[in-house]
């Protein structure tokens, strides 16, 4: 038995007057996924528990089968996971971008989606002057970077960038143990890149400065059970983003690195379909995440929104149907992992739709006209804890 799983990232949203009411899910032509709900089980999914951050990280660990109220452990240590950065028991790492401020507000959680070299001298830069001893700055990609601090501070409330862009800092820097260090390194931080030439030369362009780091997303190392060792499955991740491949690695999954994949609107679609579909061939279980309508979700931009949707409809879902059409014994489930609506700019914790082809047994009569918030809440199937749901994908 073959089983993958098609994660839209945010793909989920709220009705909208501009589309005359309609989602951008709903509004986007979307003939495979469609067909797929007219085939498959569909329903509604609760991702994120409650009373826990509507985050990627939360959202992907219950799709993946992994109770988030259990085995959450912060984005940060996920992340680490990703970059093969081995934490000691006291270690604590968070989730560091760099940042858009004016001095007074933070103004772009991505700093203008830097490209990852200019981003790496940046990090090397803050490493240089602000590591040192217990703390340690590690470069990423584009705007996502990571600081892991020997017994560094838990008892800490940090917040997402992308949840306060436009927020004034001192109502969004972290608060709680250590937050006066914190917030220092904040400030040095943007002392020592503000002037940078690399940043000169982006305001020269037009472009966003990458002016300031932001540590969030803090935890200690994950202990999550194999996906072998619960399903009996030997799984593998394709996915842009640090987040799902260290989510991925931290479950004993490969993660497969597809050339053109980007994390953003710009990334190469089929290409990610391709590496998905040849890596049924090789693995019992694929987990192919996209990042695109997350990006533009936050971003606000209906139309890039739209874009992406229909992108991962013609290049990724009718890649990956013809190529089960091949395989004896297979099952998809497609869902984004939470909404990020246009109207919000940044992640909630609504339910969203999923679709299970071929139908699940005991469901083949939740069917729907397509594939959309509506359509699938009108099934009236429902899964309240998202983790559950991969109990169902795999019976």
Partial sequence: MKYIVVVPDGMSDYPLDDLDGQTPLQAAETPNMDGLARAGTVGTVT????????????ANLS???????????GRGPLEAAAMDIS????????????????GERLVDFAAGHVPTEDARQLIELIDSKLGGGTRKFFP???????LVWADGPMDLETTPPHDVVGSPLLDVFPVGERDDAIRQMI???MELLDQHEINARRRGDGLNPANMIWPWGHGRRPNLPSLFSTYGLQGATISAVDLIKGIGKAAGMRHIEVPGATG?????????AQYAAAALHEYDFVYLHIEAPDEAGHLGDVEEKIRAIEQIDARVVSRIVAELAKLDAHRLLLLPDHATPISVRTHVADPVPFVVVPALPGHQNRRAGGF?????RST????????????????
């Fill in 47 to 58: 991702t994120i528990p409650e009373d826990m951050p509507p985050g990627s990280d939360i």
């Fill in 63 to 73: 799709i993946l089968g992994y109770d988030p109220t259990r085995y959450y452990c």
């Fill in 87 to 102: 934490l000691e028991e006291r270690d604590v790492a968070f989730r560091c971008n760099l940042i858009t401020s004016d």
């Fill in 140 to 146: 990423g990609v584009s705007y996502r970077h990571l």
């Fill in 187 to 189: 400030y040095d931080s």
């Fill in 264 to 272: 953003y609107l710009d990334t190469d679609y089929a290409a990610k």
């Fill in 372 to 376: 959309f918030e509506e359509a699938a």
């Fill in 380 to 395: 009236g199937l429902h899964v309240g804890f998202g983790h559950e749901l991969m109990e169902l994908f795999v019976a």
